[in-house]
Each structure stands twice: as C-alpha cells, then as structure tokens.
C-alpha cells in the first residue's frame, strides 16, 4: 500500500480566483496597510494628479504610497527591490493588486511626492495618539547616525561641520540642559529602525530629500507601533 498524500498539483489554474484577503493571515500587516492607506487623506497628492488629464493613465497614488509604506515597514526601500517583490512577494503583490511598477515608476513616484508623502508622518502620528500610544511634547535625539547617500569628501566636511555646531551648543547652559534630558528617553526606536528594520543609510541624496526620506522612516515606524498594538487588542 502506497503512502496517501495531500493534492500537489502547481499548474492546475484555481477554479474560482481566491480572494486576496485569503492569502494571508487576517491581521498580517499587509491587510492592516491597506485599511489605513484607504483612511489618510491624500488630498495635495491627487491634486497633481487632477491637474493632469493627458497621457496614458497613471497607476494609482493610493497602490504606490501602500506600497513604499510596506516596503519600509519591512526594510524595503530601493525601488529595484521593491519592483522585485512586487513579483515575488505575495505581502506586496495584495497591496499592488497583482500590478507591477516598475523601479522608475515607484522612484519617480517618491521623488516626486517626498513633501507630500512626508507629511503623512503627522496623520500617523495622530493616529498613534487616538490610539494612546504616543503623547507629544519635547523630543531629545540622541547620538545616532545614519549614512548619507554622499560623496565621501561631502560626507566628512558635513560631519565635521556638525561635530563643531555640536561642541558650541553643549558649551552654553542651554545646550547642557537639553543634552541632558537624553538620559530620561528611551533609545529603543532607534534600535529598531537600525538593527531591526536594516536602515542604517539613507537612500536619497541632499538635505531636503534625506529629511523627507527619515519622515517616511519614522512614519513607518510608527505604524507599525499601532499595528503590533491593534492585533494584541
């Protein structure tokens, strides 16, 4: 008597398409993505859009931002590998409903709306308050550091240049009181943007653009505070 094992059969197409709220376990963060992308407004960013009525049709802003959201939960920035696992990944195949952007697409799509996207970092931040999971006030940064995207020569006069604003302001009482209030707050977040989620360098090039990329970092972060919160609910 021969072993009895389950069906196995690749290539027989499915009988009736399975929904995508299927592949996944019900509170994978993928699913919890794409219900809150539906909630933030993305009024400024359409509003480019609208104002553009020819060419061949876009893909939608709402699949992009869920999907540069995903990717950095994850640590999954560049737009090549998020192209990548727009094929490969079934997380970011259910946010790109089975589309494809290519890497010019996604990055012309960051580039193009970093301000906008950026600003979303407030929304989530207020959605973590609603939650009870963050309450605003002084923030004190300590000494963490990430990698510009940078010629060396640029990187190391900018770092020189900060080291002596830094040593000026701890010299004055003001700067030492700030400095030390980085005693009282915890450092775990920064942990876990470097260690656990690998951003450890930043992928955009210029001031504006490295600003816009940390809001989109922190924003993630945040979301996936609220995320762990709403599944241990």
């Known amino acids: ?6 069906p196995y059969q690749p290539e027989q ?4 398409p399975p929904s995508p709220r299927e592949w996944l376990p019900e509170e994978h963060l993928a699913y919890f993505i794409l219900d809150t992308v539906k909630e933030l407004e993305l009024k400024p960013l359409l509003e480019k ?4 009525l020819r060419g061949y049709p876009p893909y939608h802003p709402r699949m992009l931002v869920g999907l540069l959201l995903y ?13 990548k696992r727009a094929y490969e990944d079934v997380a970011f195949r259910i946010i790109a409903a089975g589309q494809h952007p290519d890497h010019t697409a996604i990055a012309e799509f960051r580039r193009r709306h970093l301000k906008e996207l950026s600003g979303l970092f407030v929304q989530m931040l207020a959605l973590c308050q609603k939650a009870g999971l963050v309450k605003l ?5 300590d000494g963490t550091k990430l990698k510009a995207n940078a010629s060396k020569q640029g990187d190391e006069l900018r770092a020189m240049s900060l080291k002596d604003w ?4 701890l010299r004055t009482k003001k700067g030492r009181a700030v400095y030390a209030r980085r005693k009282a707050v915890a450092e775990a977040p920064f942990g876990q943007i470097k260690q656990v989620r690998g951003f450890r360098q930043l992928l955009l090039r210029g001031l504006a ?3 816009g990329e940390w809001a989109l970092i922190c924003l993630t ?8 919160a709403m599944v241990a609910a």
Do not use: D, F, P, T
């Open 1 to 6: 008597m021969s072993k009895v094992y389950r």
């Open 13 to 16: 197409s499915e009988l009736l």
């Open 49 to 52: 859009y609208e104002r553009e």
């Open 71 to 83: 990717g950095y939960c994850v640590g999954v920035a560049s737009s090549r590998r998020l192209e």
């Open 137 to 141: 006030g002084h923030v004190a940064l």
């Open 166 to 169: 830094m040593a000026r302001r």
């Open 209 to 211: 653009k490295a600003r």
């Open 221 to 228: 972060h945040n979301l996936l505070k609220l995320h762990r």
